[in-house]
Antibody, heavy 119, light 107 residues
Framework: QMQLVQSGPEVKKPGTSVKVSCKAS????????VQWLRQARGQRPEWIGW????????NFAQEFQDRVTMTRDMSTSTAYMVISGLRSDDTAVYYC????????????WGQGTLVTVSS | EIVLTQSPATLSLSPGERATLSCRAS??????LAWYQQKPGQAPRLLIY???TRATGIPARFSGSGSGTDFTLTVSSLEPEDFAVYYC?????????FGGGTKVEIK
């Protein structure tokens, strides 16, 4: 059973960057792939991308490719996502997540991090 | 990008009634289709994956069916805790996408 604990809420100004962390436990972190998604209020979830922890390989949805960075620190079992060039429509709850063992579906979710972008 | 269209947008039912939710994909996703339940202030909860396999701990009143482009989530007899928003989600194409959701509300 995997647990994912995310960092706290953030308030940022347009044009700046935000870094969200996600600490994993309950699994062998190096064998995991951490997904990042977001959900604006009243909207459907939206896939941002993922990082394969062991290799560091990343894959992003096209709309995020130019301004999202995903990294990981295997010594602390923590994944990070940085979004730069924030806009007001980036205001959303950001989730880290992962598939279950042998399951091709997002099974485990962090508690979510509210990022508010406002001048 | 594969577009998932859910219907209806809202379903008004009473506890004990049967709920039937639909999800249609713009192209085949074979069976890489999952269903999630979401309540206010919570992360989505996986109910069904591979179109018809219940996730661990999910009650038998939840069932999924379909393949290709047409999928159905059925709740055989609604319990009070089942009133929520339900999303379908595909992992066949890149990027993975979600449907717009069906809200199951108390009539």
């Amino acid at each position: 059973q995997m647990q994912l604990v995310q960092s706290g809420p953030e308030v940022k100004k347009p044009g700046t960057s935000v870094k969200v962390s996600c600490k994993a436990s309950g699994v062998t972190f190096s064998r995991s792939a951490v997904q990042w998604l977001r959900q604006a209020r009243g909207q459907r979830p939206e896939w941002i991308g993922w990082i394969v922890v062991g290799s560091g390989t990343t894959n992003f949805a096209q709309e995020f490719q130019d301004r999202v960075t995903m990294t990981r620190d295997m010594s602390t079992s923590t994944a990070y996502m940085v979004i730069s060039g924030l806009r007001s429509d980036d205001t959303a709850v950001y989730y880290c997540a992962a598939d279950g063992s042998g399951v091709v579906a997002t099974t485990y979710w962090g508690q979510g991090t509210l990022v508010t972008v406002s001048s | 990008e594969i577009v998932l269209t859910q219907s209806p947008a809202t379903l008004s039912l009473s506890p004990g009634e049967r709920a039937t939710l639909s999800c249609r994909a713009s192209q085949s996703v074979t069976t890489y289709l999952a269903w999630y339940q979401q309540k206010p202030g919570q992360a989505p909860r996986l109910l069904i994956y591979d179109a018809s396999t219940r996730a661990t701990g999910i009650p038998a009143r939840f069932s999924g069916s379909g393949s290709g482009t047409d999928f159905t989530l059925t709740v055989s007899s609604l319990e009070p805790e089942d009133f929520a928003v339900y999303y379908c989600h595909q992992r066949s194409g890149w990027p993975p996408t979600f449907g717009g959701g069906t809200k199951v509300e108390i009539k």
